[in-house]
């Protein structure tokens, strides 16, 4: 587990010193691209990257030879990051194609294995089978398809986190208006401090002290984030953590931004000022690419999205610190997260989805860590749809944004409650695998309902006669209703 937390600390460096810490950053930057570089070519070659303990060596004249491997420290979770990603791509994409049904476990293996460019033989670990050429062809083919649509991380945005090497930490000696100060040794430059300004959040931080500097580019220069590590305290709070519930389902969206099956409505509102924000920053885009220019030319651009993902934050981790105070989950089950909203402009979906999605699984990461709550992501297709007492699914169901009136069994509760009473009850349903297709989902309740339900009672009392999800079903039922000359009415 990941239990290092960062806390920005406020700095008062001078000109003089700033120059030399923003000098460093971009030498320390060129250092992770030409790493990333490297990386990606040792990648392509052999389809891995080098080990965790690498030689940096060639690396050292970017900015010394400590900074080359906290250099590389940092690159290589990134990319494996961004690997790791492209393998669940590349799983969605096998699991919803029509390849045959022996092909698909021989291109799991292979991308599991990240085997997409191996040369040797490649073999099936239960049945000893070796993977045909044909098939590794058509999964390095896969791959490469899905690489293309993303580009590679940027590993000239990394921000340097440096160790006791590099940077160190100290009280002042004498009165001082610092409450730290901050000593760099850069190479070939002396070594110079700059005091630091801590806050409460800070100092009430429980939790061991990292001798760990990060070093944040700005608009203002640069910030100064000191590392905390958390994993006493947290297992500290794991033990003292006494669940009340089993499992609590949420639903999230942009009208409610979080709902649960126990009824909570959290965040409404969220979407009027996400609709604020779009009216500005759709106006500052459309002026600035008309006049030539790009939008993050924009300060007043910058400063809006900086807003947007700052207040998609703040939401999100107060929405769930209130429902694990108030619910005490023993687990938590979650759609597979996707933040997209009609009425919003593109632009302003694509900063919500990348935002978003990374705010949420940190924070339910956080509370795997903090509390020993795990998350399971399930199944977003159809949770709008599907009734969360007979598991009929309808696209008539959900009459409006808010409210949801089963066709079938006449249960009515406000939408993205039921939403989540459905995602909590895929958990248990076995269909809690989050790559499920969404023809596979429409598959599986369709064929379940039908199970429980195999008779119609009439056009008037069964909605699956015109239902288009249920249109295999309705055939035949029609064909049985007009057997025994019953109207079947549309």
């Not at 007492?389 to 696209?395: A, E, G, L, M």
């Not at 295999?472 to 029609?478: D, L, P």
Request: aromatic residues 8%; hydrophobic residues 40%; glycine residues 6%.
């Amino acid at each position: 587990m990941a239990t290092m937390r960062a806390d920005t600390i406020r700095h008062s460096a001078n000109d003089a010193k700033a120059g030399k810490i923003m000098t460093f950053v971009g030498n320390y930057r060129e250092c992770c691209a030409a790493i990333a570089t490297a990386e990606w070519r040792t990648f392509n070659e052999t389809g891995k990257f080098s080990g965790r303990f690498a030689n940096t060596s060639r690396f050292n004249t970017f900015c010394g030879a400590a900074p080359a491997q906290m250099a590389y420290a940092q690159v290589r979770p990134m990319l494996k990051g961004f690997v790791s990603n492209r393998q669940n791509e590349f799983r969605e994409a096998v699991q919803r194609s029509s390849l045959p049904a022996d092909v698909k476990p021989m291109l799991h293996t292979i991308n599991s294995r990240e085997a997409w460019h191996q040369k040797g033989e490649v073999v099936m670990s239960k049945t000893g089978e070796i993977i045909p050429p044909e098939i590794r062809r058509l999964a390095l083919s896969i791959w490469r398809q899905i690489r293309k649509r993303h580009r590679l991380p940027n590993a000239r945005g990394i921000a340097p986190v440096l160790d006791d090497r590099v940077a160190k930490t100290a009280a002042p000696k004498h009165a001082s208006s610092a409450d730290l100060w901050a000593t760099f040794k850069f190479k070939g430059v002396s070594a110079f401090s700059i005091p630091l300004h801590t806050n409460d959040r800070w100092r009430n931080r429980e939790g061991k002290r990292c001798n760990v500097i990060q070093i944040v580019p700005n608009d203002a220069g640069f910030g100064v984030r000191l590392i905390t590590d958390m994993a006493e305290a947290f297992e500290k709070s794991r033990a003292e953590y006494a669940p009340r519930s089993e499992r609590l389902g949420i639903d999230f969206g942009l009208a409610t931004l979080i709902a649960t099956d126990r009824g909570d409505l959290m965040g409404r509102g969220f979407l009027d000022a996400m609709r604020r924000f779009d009216r500005q920053i759709s106006g500052i885009a459309r002026h600035r690419m008309r006049s030539g220019g790009k939008p993050r030319d924009s300060r007043r651009y910058r400063d809006l999205v900086t807003r947007v993902r700052g207040l998609l934050k703040t939401r999100i981790n107060t929405a769930l610190n209130r429902l694990v105070e108030v619910h005490a989950p023993h687990e938590i089950a979650v759609e597979r997260l996707d933040f997209r909203m009609p009425g919003l402009s593109r632009r302003l979906n694509r900063i919500i989805t990348n935002c978003g999605r990374a705010v949420f699984r940190a924070k339910l990461q956080d509370l795997e860590e903090r509390f020993g709550i795990v998350a399971h992501e399930i199944p977003s297709p159809y949770t709008s749809q599907e009734c969360s007492n007979c598991h009929y699914v309808d696209r008539r169901n959900r009459r409006s944004q808010s409210e949801f009136l089963c066709r079938s069994c006449g249960m009515q509760k406000h939408a993205d409650v039921n939403a989540a009473c459905t995602v909590k009850g895929r958990r248990s349903a076995g269909l809690g695998d989050k790559f499920l297709t969404k023809g596979a989902v429409l598959a599986a309740l369709v064929r379940r309902f039908c199970e429980r339900r195999p008779r119609s009672q009439g056009a008037a009392a069964d909605p699956r006669l015109t239902n288009p999800h249920f249109r295999a079903w309705s055939n035949v039922a029609r064909n049985a209703l007009e057997t025994q000359g019953l109207a079947v009415c549309a």
